[in-house]
């Protein structure tokens, strides 16, 4: 990995701090944002009352998705971005959510304890510093026979998904951020996270190798398709 890469993946929190109040707005723009965030919800195909993760919350708009996809969840959002969590605190969900700062890759320091019927993470195991790790302990985290969703961006299997990608990025994402949030930073990062992560098939393979099994991806629709996925697996009975 490039150190850069590595030295922006620190900064991440910071970063989001800086365009928190900006953020919402800025995903409004992008065309089914929300709709796929409830596509992965749903997708984790969970009974009423369920006990979720939220993992890499950030203002709360997946939160929001579980919300609403499973009827009187009891819900915890987690996030790394003091700024972020601010601002999903002040919304109002359909269940109760309890937020709380820390770490996707030590949730337990966190004081988040398992075990959980489902977890999902939007836009969050591209973000971490150790993947394997992560999923190791999310592994832990999960109910015999829970469900996890990686709702995440992966271009590296198409030349045409890395081509739209690039695409967007450079022409609408980049420029829409230095203009809403008065800086571009972590845009630019976005842009080079993704284009350096796994592939899908790669991806499975180390969902696999952390033992997880019923392993699967499911498209988005519309630009997104073929760049962002529900990842989907569970933890064995």
């Keep these: 990995m490039p150190e850069q890469l ?42 009423p009352g369920s006990r979720v993760l939220d993992l890499c919350c950030g203002t709360g708009l997946s939160t929001d998705a579980l919300a609403l996809e499973v009827p009187n969840a009891e819900i915890v959002g ?57 999923l190791e302990r999310l592994y832990r985290l999960l109910r015999p026979g829970g469900t996890i969703c990686f709702h995440e961006y992966s271009v590296a299997d198409s030349a045409w998904s890395r081509g739209v990608w690039n695409a967007v990025t450079l022409g609408v994402v980049i420029p829409s951020g230095r203009i809403f949030s008065g800086s571009a930073r972590i845009y630019r990062y976005l842009r080079r996270s993704v284009n350096e992560f796994d592939g899908v098939q790669a991806f499975e393979r180390r969902l696999d190798r952390a033992g997880f099994v019923e392993i699967r991806t499911e498209p988005m629709d519309g630009w997104q398709r073929g760049v962002v996925h529900s990842f989907l697996a569970r933890r064995p009975e």
């Design 6 to 47: 590595k030295k922006s993946r620190t900064d991440v929190p910071d970063e989001f701090n800086r365009v928190a109040g900006r953020y919402d707005l800025l995903t409004a723009l992008n065309p089914g944002y929300r709709k796929h965030l409830r596509w992965s919800a749903r997708r984790l195909g969970l009974e």
């Design 78 to 134: 987690l996030d790394a971005s003091a700024g972020m969590l601010a601002i999903a605190r002040k919304k109002k969900f359909a269940t109760e959510v309890q937020f709380v700062l820390g770490d996707a890759m030590e949730p337990a320091e966190a004081g988040i304890s398992g075990p959980f019927d489902g977890i999902l993470m939007a836009y969050g195991i591209r973000n971490v510093t150790d993947p394997d790790l992560c």
